[in-house]
């Protein structure tokens, strides 16, 4: 399948501050899209998602923009906190083709949130 | 509580010795499966099951067998494990219509080294 992949593997921002973690992802078929957070020696877990028929959507303190033009999603974290240190991954899919195509994951940003 | 869980969570073995990842989900999903996780090359799927007695091969099968007998469980098999099996693995579910498919839970890990 395509490759997704991330633009910066580290990230550090102050605590209060927001961040913003880019992905890039190849397959211009794709139209469904997720961030996943995953902390230290935990599994990955389900942030946020977004279909291609929109170009935001908002959860709490998080917020995925998507740059079809570009073949570009970011994540928004606004008011950083220590709990969002973690590895963060966006995947991609394509779910309306019916084909049996699953997710195809990034490499990973590590979030540090310094005090 | 909603979870999915794996045993053993660590694990070393030498190479040739076969070996089990046990999965169990409790939230009657019908979408299981597994992915394997390495350095720099992010999540990568083994195998799925869209439901009992039905399995295909994700993007990384070669070395690994899988078996959906009941619903709640989804065991790895590694038949001959060799080192190049080394990593760090992940069962997930999800219910398996539409995009609810891809918002998966995922398990603790297992870690495995083959020496």
């Known amino acids: 399948g395509e490759s997704v992949g991330l633009h910066l593997p580290t990230l550090s921002v102050q605590e209060g501050d927001n961040s913003i973690i880019n992905c890039a992802y190849s397959?211009?078929?794709?139209?469904?899209f997720i961030w996943y957070k995953q902390e230290s020696g935990k599994g990955p877990q389900f942030i946020i998602d977004?279909?291609?028929?929109?170009d935001k959507r908002q959860g709490q303190r998080v917020t995925v923009l998507l740059n079809k033009t570009v073949k570009h999603l970011s994540l928004q974290i606004a008011a950083t906190q220590p709990g969002d240190s973690a590895v963060y991954f966006c995947?991609?899919?394509?779910?309306?083709?019916?084909?049996?195509?699953?997710?195809?994951f990034g490499s990973g940003t590590q979030l540090t949130v310094l005090p | 509580e909603a979870q999915v869980t794996q045993n053993p969570r660590y694990l070393i073995t030498v190479t040739g010795k076969k070996l089990t990842v046990t999965c169990s989900q409790n939230?009657?999903?019908?979408?299981m499966s597994w992915y394997r996780q390495d350095p720099g090359l992010g999540l990568r799927q083994i195998y799925y099951?869209?439901?009992?007695?039905?399995?295909d091969k994700g993007d990384v099968p070669e070395g690994y067998k899988v078996s959906r007998k009941e619903k709640r469980n989804f065991p790895l098999i590694l038949e001959s494990p060799s080192p190049n099996q080394t990593s760090l693995y992940f069962c997930?579910?999800?219910?398996?219509?539409?995009?609810?498919?891809?918002?998966?839970?995922f398990g603790p890990g297992t870690r495995l080294t083959v020496t």
């Open positions: 977004i279909r291609s028929n929109m």
């Open positions: 995947a991609d899919t394509e779910i309306s083709s019916g084909s049996a195509r699953q997710l195809t």
């Open positions: 099951s869209m439901n009992v007695e039905v399995t």
């Open positions: 997930a579910s999800s219910l398996s219509e539409g995009s609810a498919k891809y918002e998966q839970y």
């Open positions: 397959n211009s078929a794709s139209d469904y």
């Open positions: 939230m009657n999903h019908e979408y």
